[in-house]
């Protein structure tokens, strides 16, 4: 059974280099408060920027659950991981982020795969993940706009998601 994958794409009004350090390096400034496996609105969410490196969350009291591997590192172009949060690894999906320079903004396109290995489970957890982009993006697109949040670059604003 193929299970088509998720893919997104839109739009920020700020350069792609700017994007992608936000993403990766600032992922607990915007990654929504309990949007985690512990539910605990105090985790850290961390993304180690490199190649094999970890997307975790860390619980105030300083247990970490896995959430993925760094499978391709391109700063500032795209990146990819295994996407296994609240799975067994052998389940892990595959995520490709992709930051395109259109001269002064950037286009973000997604793709999300890999359901087939879920099984019957697959286009369920499509669709769950399919929310979860969905609540995800907004405080992306936030902390991008807002220098509070996360230093934007000059003219730095995010128009809605086509």
């Known amino acids: 059974m193929t299970i088509d994958p998720l893919r997104l794409?839109?739009?920020?009004?700020?350069?792609?280099?700017?994007?992608?350090?936000?993403?990766?390096?600032?992922?607990?400034?915007?990654?929504?408060?309990?949007?985690?496996?512990?539910?605990?609105?105090?985790?850290?969410?961390?993304?180690?920027?490199?190649?094999g490196g970890r997307i975790f969350e860390?619980?105030?009291?300083?247990?970490?659950?896995?959430?993925?591997?760094?499978?391709?590192?391109?700063?500032?172009?795209?990146?990819?991981?295994?996407?296994?949060?609240?799975?067994?690894?052998?389940?892990?999906?595959?995520?490709?982020?992709?930051f395109v320079d259109l001269g002064g903004t950037t286009r973000l396109d997604i793709v999300h795969s890999g359901w087939e290995r879920l099984g019957e489970d697959g286009a369920a957890w499509r669709n769950s993940n399919r929310a979860g982009w969905d609540a995800l993006l907004p405080s992306f697109i936030a902390a991008v706009e807002n220098p509070e949040r996360s230093p934007p670059a000059p003219n730095c604003r995010a128009p809605a998601r086509r």
């Open 9 to 51: 794409s839109f739009e920020i009004n700020c350069p792609a280099d700017h994007a992608f350090t936000v993403w990766t390096t600032r992922m607990s400034a915007w990654w929504p408060k309990g949007h985690s496996a512990s539910g605990d609105p105090n985790t850290t969410v961390t993304l180690e920027p490199k190649q």
């Open 58 to 98: 860390r619980t105030p009291d300083g247990d970490e659950i896995e959430w993925g591997e760094i499978t391709n590192w391109e700063p500032p172009h795209r990146f990819a991981y295994l996407w296994h949060i609240r799975r067994d690894r052998s389940d892990a999906t595959d995520v490709q982020i992709t």
